[in-house]
Each structure stands twice: as C-alpha cells, then as structure tokens.
C-alpha cells in the first residue's frame, strides 16, 4: 500500500534553534518528493522539490535530503524564527498520484 | 508566480443545500485537483481533472461532483450537503511535466466549508 509516514506529529523548539522533520514512504514507483509549507487556515506552499537522483536540496534556511534506497527523507530548519510555526507536509508523487503525510504541526516559541 | 484562486475563504451551509466551491488558476495548466482535509488525515483526493471536460475519480468521490467547462475553472459541487462534509477544501492545479522536469502542484488558500 502506498504511505507517506511523518514524525513527530508534532515539535516545540525554541526560537534560533535547529529542528529535522522525517519523512518515511512506501510509495512505488517512485516519481519525486516535496515539502510543504502550510501555515493555519492557508493552502500548503512548496519548499522542495526533489527527484530520484537528488539527494539534497536547499531553499534559504530550509535543507531537505532524500535517500531514495531506505525511502526517507528530512526536512531540516536552521535559525528557527517565529514564522516558521506552521505544518510541514511531505507528499510523494507515484505515477500519476499524489500522496500525503499527516503532516508535522511545528510552534517556534519565543 | 501562478496564483490558484478560491471563490470563498470560509463558507456556512445546512444540511441538504447543494455548494459551489468554484476554484481559478491563471497559468494555463491542464491539471486541476480538489482535496479535503481534515485533522489527523493527509489530503484526500476528491476529483481531478486533466482537460477541459475530463474528470476522474479521485479517492473519496462520494457526495461530490466535479464541472470543468473552461481549462482555467474547476468547480467542487457537493449535491446535497451533509456534516461529514465539513472540512477543508483545497484546489491545485499542475502543468504538463516537461521532459526531465517536475510537474508542481499549487495550491488555492483554501475554503472551510461548515455544514450546519
């Protein structure tokens, strides 16, 4: 069965702190792997975007690696700020389908 | 930058009223989506369409039907409405892959649909 797991559910980290979220799949095939960002009330907004032949990927502070042989990925967040608080939501994309981690719910605090 | 449109950020209806949820992307794609979603659950694919006409079942269609006259709109018709329909509704819309390229969705700022 096609899944897209992520942990935590859920992450407190204090502000200018370093956080990684992970990203487990047993979609097949596979096509590429994104990251979004959904802030509450909001659509998600991609971060990352990768392939089979890219295992990292970088955007600002944001660096998300894929290990396409184990099937994980991790999105890590350098200098937590205020406005990273949101859900981060992994998607695989198989031949022509899109599946959806539940998501990690991050709070930066002050 | 592509901008998908939602007709209404938040929505109240009662059970049995048939909806409109209509959604407009400006960048000519041909792949259009909607999704719900709903704490503790992933997006869920309701309906999709990849050309003006065409509609496919996505993974939850019961409920629901889909209208795509125009490439650029993508209407979410909820006959007649129940509880269990109150969620989040998400459209997205995707361009063709160019060869070697990705094929990004993007995404509406979504409507929260409350059935009464």
């Known amino acids: 069965k096609n899944q897209v797991e992520q942990s935590p559910q859920s992450l407190i980290i204090l502000e200018g702190k370093n956080c990684t979220l992970q990203?487990?799949?047993?979609?097949?095939?596979?096509?590429?792997l994104r990251w979004y960002k959904q802030d509450t009330g909001r659509g998600p907004v991609s971060l990352t975007i990768?392939?089979?032949?890219?295992n990292t990927k970088s955007n600002g502070r944001y660096t998300a690696t894929l290990d396409a042989d184990t099937k994980q990925s991790s999105l890590h967040i350098t200098a937590s700020q205020l406005s990273d608080s949101a859900s981060y939501i992994c998607?695989?994309?198989?031949?022509?389908?899109?599946?959806f981690g539940t998501g990690t719910r991050l709070k930066v605090l002050a | 930058d592509v901008k998908v449109t939602q007709s209404s950020r938040y929505l109240v209806k009662r059970t049995g009223e048939k909806v409109f949820l209509e959604c407009v992307q400006d960048?000519?794609?041909?792949?259009m989506f909607w999704y719900r979603q709903d704490p503790g659950l992933g997006l869920r694919l309701i309906y999709f369409?990849?050309?003006?006409?065409?509609?496919e079942k996505g993974d939850i269609p019961e409920g629901y039907s889909v209208s795509r006259e125009k490439k650029e709109r993508f209407s979410l018709i909820l006959e007649s409405a129940s509880t269990n329909q109150t969620s989040m509704y998400l459209c997205?819309?995707?361009?063709?892959?160019?060869?070697?390229?990705?094929?990004?969705?993007?995404f509406g700022p979504g409507t929260r649909l409350t059935v009464l």
């Open positions: 369409s990849y050309d003006v006409k065409m509609k």
């Open positions: 997205a819309s995707s361009g063709l892959a160019l060869a070697g390229g990705y094929n990004e969705q993007f």
């Open positions: 960048m000519d794609h041909e792949n």
């Open positions: 990768m392939t089979f032949s890219e």
């Open positions: 998607v695989v994309k198989g031949t022509y389908k899109y599946i």
């Open positions: 990203c487990n799949y047993t979609v097949s095939p596979f096509s590429n």
